[in-house]
């Protein structure tokens, strides 16, 4: 019989290293401002695209639709997003910020950065553009596999129309 020798799994180490992050930032986001993980990535997912749908910020959250349906209900209850109906598909609504979620944006994104700086530490920029360069052919790689299999690629979600009135924080 056959194991996976899982120290030496790159998808394992990708998983565990996002999910480090992912919880590290989850902690100091509900200590800092009261916020559950997906509210704050449903909050700076709008501050790059508002007005869209729940289904979009599902996928760009990398969760399943309805297990956003709660979070997205209890966030407009506590005054942190509205919905609207969309005009083109009247089954949708369309997500917006309200001013409450506007005025931590800033603050939500700089505590990213220090999870960020932290998870980053002791790795140089040369090994970094390295690292860069392995994920996106892994990408590319897997990708041409999943097309090859007739299937399609998840579209890239996070590719946003910069905004002049906006500073892009590179995270």
Partial sequence: MKTL??????GLMLKTSAKAWEKAADIELRERFGLIGAQWKIIVILSMKEGITQKHIADMAFVEAPTLVPIIDKMEKENYITRQSDPKDRRSNLIFMTKKSKDIVDSIIDCIVEIRNIGLAKISKKD????????????????GFIKQKGEKTDPDLWITQNKSEKTLVKL
């Fill in 5 to 10: 020798d899982l120290q030496e799994s790159i």
């Fill in 128 to 143: 970094m553009e390295i690292v860069k360069k392995v994920l996106e052919q892994i990408t590319v790689n897997t990708e």
